[in-house]
């Protein structure tokens, strides 16, 4: 990814409200964590595209636990709070999940429709079937990605992603060959 595109991606609020709180309660429903680990496990799964600061994590821990979600386990180390969530905050994770899965079920066209606007100078016939064709892409792209949420597996990732590889490639080439490069 370009330097400028990874930049600003870093340095825009791109992260919908209420998602850091939904992203901490399903990382301290895999393990306890502090705050910085939390930093670093958000920072490394999202391989370096989002880094949320202290000033966002710190103060949502402490929400969370006078809420009730999460508390404190007795530390290892000096100085290191780590968090696990409690039966409240396991609960309350469950609900946001069924709230989740709700939004995504009636917003399930959303993202299709959405990559819809890119064709929406090319008023020719060419430019109408081209539509269609990015919109039954997206549309199956969208369609596999809630497929694997539901039935995921080692083999399905790997096949899906060589797919999603290989069209990348073909798409690459076709638009290289277009501009004249590599001739």
Do not use: C
């Amino acid at each position: 990814m370009p330097r400028s595109i990874r930049h600003w991606i870093r340095h825009t609020a791109i992260v919908p409200k209420g998602f850091l709180r939904f992203y901490v309660l399903e990382l301290l429903a895999e393990k306890p964590m502090s705050g910085s680990e939390i930093i670093h496990e958000i920072e490394a799964k999202t391989e370096g595209l989002w880094k949320p600061s202290p000033g966002s994590i710190y103060p949502l821990m402490s929400w969370l636990q006078d809420q009730g979600y999460v508390k404190e386990v007795p530390a290892e180390e000096a100085g290191t709070k780590r968090y696990m969530l409690t039966d409240g905050g396991k609960a309350f994770l469950e609900e946001q999940i069924k709230a989740r899965e709700t939004m995504r079920k009636r917003f399930k066209l959303f993202g299709p429709l959405f990559f819809d606007f890119f064709w929406y100078d090319l008023h020719t016939k060419e430019g109408l079937e081209l539509k269609k064709a990015s919109q039954k892409l997206t549309e199956a792209v969208w369609e596999l990605r809630e497929t694997l949420r539901e039935k995921s597996s080692e083999k399905a990732a790997s096949e899906a992603k060589a797919v999603l590889e290989e069209a990348a490639q073909k798409i690459e080439n076709l638009t290289k060959k277009l501009k004249g490069v590599g001739e």
